[in-house]
């Protein structure tokens, strides 16, 4: 879970450590299926937003892929959005 409210705390979801591979991917999805959130390379932290507005509260699901030429090699999960 983060909690991005601008209080300069656990603002943004970070992934540390993935810096380590070369091209990674990371897919971030809202309640519906619809990606909210893409990156392929160097990571940029998710910040709750999408196209600069402030995603609700809820439930997201994320992909994370470090090797993108295998897609058969994925981590993914859900993750919790707190204002």
Do not use: C
Request: proline residues 10%; negative net charge; charged residues 20%.
């Amino acid at each position: 879970a983060f909690t991005p409210n601008g209080d300069s705390n656990n603002d943004t979801w970070e992934l540390n450590g993935l810096d380590v591979y070369p091209n990674p991917e990371v897919q971030i999805f809202n309640r519906w299926g619809n990606m909210i959130f893409y990156s392929k390379g160097t990571y940029s932290p998710f910040d709750g937003t999408d196209n600069g507005k402030h995603l609700p509260e809820g439930m997201y699901v994320y992909k994370i892929n470090p090797f993108p030429d295998r897609p058969d090699f994925q981590y993914k999960g859900t993750f919790m959005l707190f204002r």
